[in-house]
T-cell receptor, first 115, second 110 residues
Framework: GAGVSQTPSNKVTEKGKYVELRCDPI?????LYWYRQSLGQGPEFLIY????????DSGLPNDRFFAVRPEGSVSTLKIQRTERGDSAVYLC?????????????FGPGTRLTVL | SQELEQSPQSLIVQEGKNLTINCTSS?????LYWYKQKYGEGLIFLMM?????EEKSHEKITAKLDEKKQQSSLHITASQPSHAGIYLC??????????FGTGTSLTVIP
C-alpha cells in the first residue's frame, strides 16, 4: 500500500475484554513503532520493533499489553483485560531504518473506547 | 512524563499573522522532528533537524534547531486557515525510544 494502515479505525469494547489492533506498515520499512495518544496529549511511546524483534518495549504500561511482529511486516498490539483507562487513540508508525535519521510515517490510528 | 516541553499549549491568531512555537528538551537531541496533526488523523511529517544551528523551510513554515541541540522553534509566516491543527515536536533521545511534546493547538481565524 501507499501508506501505513491500521485496522479497525474504531473499536468499542467492554471492560475486561481482549482486543487486537493491527498495523500494516509501508512495504520494506524495517522499523515499526506503536504509540498511544490520549485526548489533549502528544503520542506516548509504547514499543519499537526493528524487523521481527522488539528492540524496546519499555513504554508498554503493564503486562496486559503485548505486541508482535512475527514476519517483520504486519504488527498486532494486543491488550488483555481492558480497562477504561486504556481508552485512547493507538497510533502506528513505520520508517525505513532505526530512529535517529529517518522520518516516521504514521497511520490514521485506531480509536479504542473501553466502556 | 514528557521529555519535551512545548509552548504555548494553544494559540489563536488572525489570518495573515506570524507565529512561533517552541520545543525544549532537557537532554541533547539526536534528531528533532516536527509533525502536524489534524483531529482524528495521523501525524504528517513537516521537517527534521539534526545539526545544531540547522534551519529548514517549507513553504511558509521554518524550523530551527539551536546550537546546543536542546531547543527548536517552528515559525509560520502569514498564517492561513490551512495551517490550523496540532503541531507536535518529536525527538529521538535514547536511540530507540521516540518522545513527543504535548503539542500546540493552532487556530487561525479567517
Amino acid at each position: 500500500g501507499a501508506g501505513v494502515s491500521q485496522t479497525p479505525s474504531n473499536k468499542v469494547t467492554e471492560k475486561g475484554k481482549y482486543v487486537e489492533l493491527r498495523c500494516d506498515p509501508i512495504s520494506g520499512h524495517t522499523a515499526l513503532y506503536w504509540y498511544r495518544q490520549s485526548l489533549g496529549q502528544g503520542p506516548e511511546f509504547l514499543i519499537y520493533f526493528q524487523g521481527t524483534g522488539a528492540a524496546d518495549d519499555s513504554g508498554l504500561p503493564n503486562d496486559r499489553f503485548f505486541a508482535v511482529r512475527p514476519e517483520g511486516s504486519v504488527s498486532t498490539l494486543k491488550i488483555q483485560r481492558t480497562e477504561r483507562g486504556d481508552s485512547a487513540v493507538y497510533l502506528c508508525a513505520s520508517s525505513s531504518r532505526a530512529s535517529g535519521g529517518s522520518e516516521q510515517f504514521f497511520g490514521p490510528g485506531t480509536r479504542l473506547t473501553v466502556l | 512524563s514528557q521529555e519535551l516541553e512545548q509552548s504555548p499549549q494553544s494559540l489563536i491568531v488572525q489570518e495573515g499573522k506570524n507565529l512561533t512555537i517552541n520545543c525544549t528538551s532537557s537532554k541533547t537531541l539526536y534528531g528533532l522532528y516536527w509533525y502536524k496533526q489534524k483531529y482524528g488523523e495521523g501525524l504528517i511529517f513537516l521537517m527534521m533537524l539534526q545539526k545544531g544551528g540547522e534551519e529548514k523551510s517549507h513553504e511558509k513554515i521554518t524550523a530551527k534547531l539551536d546550537e546546543k541541540k536542546q531547543q527548536s522553534s517552528l515559525h509560520i509566516t502569514a498564517s492561513q486557515p490551512s495551517h490550523a491543527g496540532i503541531y507536535l515536536c518529536g525527538a529521538d533521545v535514547t536511540g530507540n525510544q521516540f518522545y513527543f511534546g504535548t503539542g500546540t493547538s493552532l487556530t487561525v481565524i479567517p
